[in-house]
Structures are given as structure tokens and as C-alpha cells.
């Protein structure tokens, strides 16, 4: 059950995040994309003990949220490169467990080190072609 289908995040401009809630496991997973790039895959999980629980978190935390729609989010050669930098700050933020998440124990479900290779690569996400 999708909770909340790409919506792109104020924090971190040309990031979107989905949330899906998995009723047979009362599993919470949260995607975060990139705008024109769905590589970067970024994966979070968290097993609830029931739906009840799991979905008034996450309700709780959207109230709060603060994201906008892919209509925002503009594609020039300017923008291309402010969401460049917002995807390094975006990086940088999982290896400093800063995300913001629906609580702190959301467990990252990747590897640290290739998102560390990324950021002193100072890979590029986005082009503008």
C-alpha cells in the first residue's frame, strides 16, 4: 500500500521519497530517488509489531512533512546542478544518520561505503543535455 508516492523533498531539492506500507509483514519501507535519475535507490525499512502501529507513526509524520510536487522542480543547467549538490547533502545526511525519518530506527538498507566512494567522488546524478 503506497502511503506517499513521490513527493520531493523541501530539505533536499530534486530528492523525492515514496512510502509503502507491507500489511503481511506491517513493514514500512521509504524510497528516496533522485529527479531524472531513478539509480540512486536509497532504501530504508522498519518492522512494526502491528498496522496499527506502523501507520499512525507515519501518519504522525507526514502531518509534518514537508515536500512538494514534481511540477516544482525545474530542469536547467542551473537547477541540474543545485540537485547535484542537494543529493551529496542528501548522502552526506545518511552517513551522519541525519535523514528524516518516521523515527530513529529506521534501519538503512544499503552500503555505507559505497555512498562514502560517492560523495569523495563528487559524482554527478543529473545531467542537463
Known sequence: ????????LESYYGVYREIIFLPESNEIIIYFNAFLNDDLNIKYTKKYDT???ALKEVNSFLIHDKTEGASDIEYSEKSVTIINNSIRKFLKAIMDNQVDLPSKDYKFDGDTNHIKDLIEKGVDFVFFT
Do not use: F, P
Open 1 to 8: 500500500m503506497i502511503l506517499q508516492n513521490e513527493k520531493y
Open 51 to 53: 498496522k496499527e502501529d
